[in-house]
């Protein structure tokens, strides 16, 4: 796994690095992208692709640890969690999406945007955004 | 301020008190510590006395009240030992510019009982800074590139970085970074240092210090600032019940009209807001803005 693509982080969020991290991974391994037994790259690794702080890397992996996603093999190296054999059903990966869009929704309805006119600007955006 | 100094600290500065020559106060009874393998940012607007606060710290400057120590030493009467351990990146360059590179770094390494010169050379090579030629016909960024090369070949476990990347451009700000991330926080030393590139920080600075009116005013993990502070809207005496029923700790009142304030807050750790309750999250920019 390549350090320097595993996650990409923004700064000037009002999000931590951290979760930048834990949520990214989660939809990785959600999208079934990253499946059981994958190893993902080490604290250090990822600290020095992301120049971030080394606890900032060890904080969120250990969360993810916590939380199923990740599982420590011998040694200190982490792989994807035994659980995650194949892509989750589409209604649980949609429902990652509701932070964002309820996020989304809020900041239209104070611009006063019609449905329609989010929806069009939304299908716009996922167009665009198709490799 | 009366207490025994901390000999876990890299660096305890306590009741600092300092004026400029006839000028206002800048550090009016600042308590500041360091522990070690801490990654410090500090915060603070142009004038607010950050550079006068690391020279203090580093015992270049003598508080007029106060004390300052430095792996349990008085800073202003290290001996050599402990001053071999410390690593600083000024924001004016004070390297000698008739020496070459070469001579400058061979003249430091005299001083120094632990020296990688691996790693200076490694950097030296990567960082493009030719060792032959007068330090004067350097760019700017090259000489901040050479003056952070002097401070981190001994290896310091305090590491005292004032706008070390201010002349560098986006990349050689990143290659610095991961330097930092990879080399001198993997040793666990102590990092101090002060940026107005907030990124630079935010990625970094596990913690962030903001230096305001002569004191550190707030020092906390930034995740945790990030998790836990929000803005919050509303009349004085509604803001008034709302922290007390949060058990919030307000941080910084900003009176709006009509009797109402916009108050920023910092929540009890891993409480949820209530629902109803509306609140803005902030980044470091806020904080910045609003703490400094």
């Known amino acids: 796994m390549d350090p320097l693509h595993f996650v990409h982080i ?55 640890e916590s939380d199923g996603v990740l599982e420590r093999r011998r040694g200190l190296s982490m792989v994807v969690a035994a659980q995650h054999q194949q892509a989750q059903p589409t209604a649980d990966r949609a429902e990652l999406l509701r932070p964002t869009l309820q996020k989304a929704a809020a900041e239209a309805r104070q611009l006063q945007l019609s449905k329609t006119q989010a929806l069009t600007l939304f299908k716009t955006i996922l167009d665009e955004n198709t490799p | 301020m009366s207490h025994f100094p901390n000999p876990d600290c890299a660096a305890e500065l306590t009741g600092v008190q300092l004026h400029y020559p006839k000028g206002p106060a800048v550090l009016q009874g600042l308590d500041w510590q360091l522990r070690p393998g801490q990654v410090v940012g500090l915060l603070g607007r142009n004038g607010a006395g950050k550079t006068t606060l690391l020279e ?70 990567r960082w493009d800074i030719r060792a032959d030629q007068p330090i004067r016909k350097l760019s700017g960024g090259q000489k901040q590139r050479l003056s952070i090369i002097r401070a981190l070949a001994h290896e310091p476990d305090l590491l005292v970085l004032d706008e070390p990347v201010a002349s560098l451009d986006p990349a050689g700000r990143r290659d610095f970074l991961r330097e930092l991330v990879g080399q001198v926080m993997d040793r666990g030393a102590t990092v101090v240092f002060s940026t107005h590139i907030l990124s630079d ?92």
Do not use: C
């Open chain 2, 201 to 292: 920080l935010e990625r970094v600075a596990f913690n962030v210090a903001f230096l305001s009116q002569g004191r550190i005013a707030l020092q906390a993990p930034l995740d945790e600032l990030l998790d836990e502070v929000r803005a919050f809207t509303g009349s004085v005496t509604e803001m008034a019940a709302l922290m007390a029923r949060l058990g919030a700790e307000p941080l910084r009142r900003m009176p709006l009209e009509a009797g109402r304030e916009r108050v920023l807050a910092r929540l009890p750790a891993a409480t949820a807001l209530p629902a109803g309750v509306a609140a803005e999250r902030v980044n470091l920019d806020d904080l910045f803005s609003e703490l400094t």
């Open chain 1, 10 to 64: 923004n700064t000037g969020s009002t999000e931590p690095i951290y979760r930048q991290v834990i949520e990214q991974v989660k939809r990785r391994v959600a999208a079934g992208q990253l499946k059981a037994g994958d190893a993902i790259p080490s604290v250090r690794e990822l600290a020095q692709a992301l120049a971030v702080h080394p606890m900032t890397v060890s904080k969120a992996y250990s969360l993810l």
């Open chain 2, 56 to 125: 203090t710290l580093l015992g270049l400057r003598e508080p007029e009240a106060g004390r300052v120590r430095l792996f349990g030493q008085d800073a202003l009467k290290l001996d050599d030992a402990a001053r071999a351990r410390i690593g600083y990146v000024p924001q004016q360059s004070d390297l000698f510019e008739a020496f070459t590179p070469a001579q400058l770094l061979a003249y430091f390494r005299s001083f120094y009982p632990r020296w990688n010169q691996a790693k200076v050379d490694g950097l030296m090579s």
